[in-house]
């Protein structure tokens, strides 16, 4: 079976494998109030590169979840080498093992996309406590797509569709949330056009070189520069 675009994520295990990378991360985090007593899931949580970042820099509770079992072992390599004392689970987003009101920010960069985000969004919901703060960071056209831009981007990426920025508000808002920001907005093209920083840590060049992984990777490259000033990326913040 030919590799998915996160089965090419996890083999090279990509840092940062959201648009705006840890850059966008740390300035959304540095606008919510983390104390010692915050719990704080990284839902989707990849190499766990967010996670590591948070548990050095906050004083918080950090949890963490992803389904790839090659992306969860790269996390806990991660979290063991530094000593970072975060819970860790392999999971799914649509059926999360978490109690009711257990979190008070759950951060979700790149993940919902690639679920049922319907189901995501009410666990989700339902994993937050009533004061809490979800935030969305995902892929968002910026106008309906036609059928045939869907069908090309859902071949690369393996989704079921790219939803508009008022998509996202009306599902999020489905799930139960009663507000829902704006806090980043950019298409591919702007992002790229405002000078971004690199992310040193980039990815594994340790991974044996793999053909099929390679082209996935550059089937996504390839496709956001045809796609850049249609597609974009949103960051949602939702309360209840
Ligand atoms: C594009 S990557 C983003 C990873 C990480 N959040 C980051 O920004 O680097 C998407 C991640 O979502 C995870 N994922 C996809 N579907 C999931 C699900 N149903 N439950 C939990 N994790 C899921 C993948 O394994 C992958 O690690």
């Not at 089965?7 to 966008?24: C, E, K, R, S």
């Not at 004392?85 to 799914?92: A, V």
């Not at 405002?194 to 044996?208: F, H, N």
Request: with cysteine.
């Amino acid at each position: 079976m030919k590799p998915t675009y996160q089965d090419a994520l996890a083999y090279y295990g990509v840092n940062g494998a959201h648009p705006g990378g840890l850059p966008l991360t740390k300035s959304l985090l540095e606008q919510e109030h983390i104390t010692a007593a915050t719990e704080l899931l990284d839902a989707g949580c990849g190499t766990g590169q967010t996670s590591a970042y948070i548990k050095r820099n906050y004083p918080c509770h950090v949890t963490s979840i992803d389904y790839h079992p090659t992306m969860v072992n790269r996390a806990r390599h991660r979290f063991q080498k530094e000593q970072l004392p975060i819970r860790l689970f392999q999971g799914n987003v649509e059926k999360l093992p978490f109690h009711d009101k257990s979190f008070d920010i759950i951060l979700v960069e790149s993940v919902l996309i690639f679920t049922d985000w319907k189901k995501s969004l009410k666990e989700l919901k339902r994993v937050l406590k009533p004061n809490g703060v979800l935030l969305v960071l995902e892929m968002t056209s910026e106008r309906k797509l036609t059928s045939n831009e869907q069908y090309n981007m859902c071949s690369v990426y393996g989704i079921e569709k790219v939803l508009t920025e008022q998509e996202w508000i009306y599902e999020i808002k489905e799930a139960g949330f009663a507000s829902v920001d704006i806090k980043a907005a950019h298409s591919v093209f702007s992002y790229l056009s405002s000078s971004p920083e690199i992310d040193e840590e980039g990815l594994d060049l340790t991974a044996p070189r793999n053909t099929e992984m390679e082209n996935k990777l550059m089937e996504h490259s390839h496709i956001l520069y045809v796609y850049g000033n249609i597609i974009g990326y949103r960051v949602y913040r939702a309360t209840c």
